[in-house]
């Protein structure tokens, strides 16, 4: 990545816009893909897409959009913010010089959690909270209903439900993803290199490269931390109480619907990761970069 200290605002700018960019080009594969997690949905692909077109119209597909939007720049600067910031001060301590991708892992990890307790459970619950009104109940109910409910029922802490399960997932989201991301970056700067017959180092880093690494990164933590997901899902959605703890949604699950259960909506999850990370990682660097050159000039 690129922070070294100075001009944190460059980093706040850039990761709050590519937030917004990217939620808005994926939230329809996450609406599908919530639908499809929920316990007792037995709906297929097409019926909840037909389903959710013949009641709601294109509309439909955003619900539950609100809080995200609301939350997709600070979501994304936590993110961008938490991981460049952490790993520089380890960079700078000269903590695991030996093991760069287990440093990107852990200042990844660490802006997950950042992300989990500051945005990420408050925004997602209300999120849940509206989805699965107009799903199991039919009833449309707008961000400032689901958060009126979710307070009347709970108070502050129904917005913190299943925060242990979505600091877990956030974690390994985040630290598999910028785990994987520099090794791929680095082949494909480096075949980027050799194809204009120049070396890595002097050739500048390239927007398109980075997006295509966070594409191919964004899709595989989806194959490894779908069950993070479905738990988080359920513990957002433990609105019966059949959960006692996250241990026990595990259990439960395990025992009740197979262990099969866990990768219920990675389809979803890529489809909306793939490119949305793409474009996160891609408006990041591109933003970057223009900050750097106005700073330059």
Avoid at 169 to 176: Q, S, V
Wanted: charged share 20%; glycine share 10%.
């Amino acid at each position: 990545m690129n922070y070294n200290g100075n001009k944190s605002y460059q980093t706040y700018i850039s990761g709050g816009l590519s937030g917004v960019a990217s939620l808005v080009a994926i939230y329809p594969t996450e609406y599908l893909k919530s639908q499809i997690q929920f316990r007792g949905n037995q709906r297929t692909t097409m019926e909840l897409i037909r389903h959710t077109y013949s009641r709601w119209g294109l509309r439909g597909f955003y619900h539950g959009m609100s809080p995200l939007f609301i939350a997709s720049a600070p979501r994304s600067m936590f993110k961008f913010v938490g991981y460049e910031t952490t790993h520089y001060e380890m960079r700078k301590r000269g903590w695991l010089e030996e093991s760069p991708n287990a440093r990107n892992f852990i200042a990844g990890a660490a802006a997950g959690f950042m992300t989990a307790g500051g945005v990420s459970s408050l925004t997602d619950n209300i999120k849940m909270k509206g989805i699965y009104e107009q799903t199991q109940n039919g009833q449309k109910k707008t961000m400032r209903e689901s958060a009126k409910t979710i307070w009347k029922e709970k108070g502050i802490r129904g917005f913190y439900r299943g925060l242990s399960s979505t600091g877990l997932k956030e974690a390994m989201t985040f630290g598999l993803r910028f785990f994987f991301y520099h090794p791929i970056f680095t082949q494909l700067h480096a075949l980027e290199a050799q194809w204009k017959q120049t070396c890595p180092e002097e050739l500048q880093k390239n927007p398109l490269t980075s997006a295509v690494a966070g594409g191919i990164s964004g899709g595989l933590v989806c194959l490894i931390n779908n069950p993070f997901d479905v738990t988080q899902t359920r513990m957002q959605t433990n609105y019966q109480g059949q959960y006692k703890n996250l241990a026990n949604c595990v259990w439960t699950i395990l025992r009740e619907e197979g262990a099969r259960t866990f990768w219920k909506g990675a389809g979803y999850r890529s489809l909306r990761a793939v490119p949305g990370v793409m474009i996160s990682f891609g408006v990041y660097e591109s933003l970057y970069k223009v900050f750097h050159s106005w700073n330059q000039s």
